[in-house]
């Protein structure tokens, strides 16, 4: 398995940015897909996950602290996970990870910085 995302950069306090992660080793087919952030001096923390179900057994959840700002999806033909991020706050500025995990089998993306400043 395989995670590659991209997306990251610099953005002003209000703006918005897409992360994407592609996916190999057909991770769409068995794992639940993540992303986790973390911030010098702070733990990783999960922001956004969705599980492998379709339709009405798909299920999203998210960090309160991104709530209603942030929107995690997948493509399952393109086998990519994405997390729109909207109205991003400086508290928002991270390494953020794609993760794909199932039981107790986890699998990470090498990282993608968002640093929110003006």
């Known amino acids: 398995v395989q995670l590659v995302e991209s997306g990251g950069g610099l953005v002003q306090p209000g703006g918005s940015l897409r992360l994407s992660c592609a996916g190999s080793?057909?991770?769409?087919?068995?794992?639940?897909l993540a992303w986790y952030r973390q911030s010098p001096g702070s733990q990783r923390e999960l922001v956004a996950e969705?599980?492998?179900?379709?339709?009405?057994?798909?299920?999203?959840s998210y960090a309160e602290s991104v709530k209603g700002r942030f929107t995690i999806s997948r493509e399952e033909s393109n086998e990519i996970v994405s997390l729109q991020m909207n109205d991003l706050k400086p508290e928002d500025s991270a390494v953020y990870y794609c993760?794909?995990?199932?039981?107790?089998?986890?699998?990470w993306g090498q990282g993608t910085q968002v640093p929110v400043a003006s």
């Open positions: 993760n794909a995990n199932v039981d107790e089998i986890n699998y």
């Open positions: 969705i599980n492998t179900g379709v339709g009405s057994r798909q299920v999203k």
């Open positions: 080793g057909r991770v769409f087919d068995y794992y639940n």
